[in-house]
Nanobody, 115 residues
Framework: QVRLVESGGGLVQPGGSLRLSCVVS????????VGWYRQAPGNQRELVAT???????NYADSMKGRFTISRDNAKKTVDLQMNTLKPEDTAVYYC?????????WGKGTLVTVSS
C-alpha cells in the first residue's frame, strides 16, 4: 500500500522560511520520482518541484531560486526547503508519487504566509 505523509507546514511571516517533509512508503523509493504540488484556495493544484530517484530536480518557474527539493533515499523522505516566502505561497502543499501508472497523494500540509 502506497502512503505519503507530509509535515512541516505552519504560519510564517513574509520573507521567512519553512521546510516541508514527505515520508513515502509502499514503493521502491530509490527508483521513484516524487513531486511537491500546492493548491491555494480557489485555485487548481500546481506543480512546485519534482525530484527523480537519481536526484535530478525540476521546478516551476516561480519557485526557482527560492525553493529547493531534496531526498534521502535511506529515510524515504523528500524535503522542500522554502525560503523568502511570500503571501502568495499560501496553500496546502502535497507530495505525490507514481506507481504502476497510478498517482498517489498525501493529505497535504497547510502553509500560511502572513504578517
Amino acid at each position: 500500500q502506497v502512503r505519503l505523509v507530509e509535515s512541516g507546514g505552519g504560519l510564517v511571516q513574509p520573507g521567512g522560511s519553512l521546510r516541508l517533509s514527505c515520508v513515502v512508503s509502499g514503493t521502491i523509493f530509490s527508483l521513484s520520482t516524487v513531486g511537491w504540488y500546492r493548491q491555494a484556495p480557489g485555485n487548481q493544484r500546481e506543480l512546485v518541484a519534482t525530484i527523480t530517484g537519481g536526484g535530478s530536480s525540476n521546478y516551476a518557474d516561480s519557485m526557482k531560486g527560492r525553493f529547493t527539493i531534496s531526498r534521502d533515499n535511506a529515510k524515504k523522505t523528500v524535503d522542500l526547503q522554502m525560503n523568502t516566502l511570500k503571501p502568495e505561497d499560501t496553500a496546502v502543499y502535497y507530495c505525490n508519487v507514481w506507481k504502476f501508472g497510478q498517482v498517489y497523494w498525501g493529505k497535504g500540509t497547510l502553509v500560511t504566509v502572513s504578517s
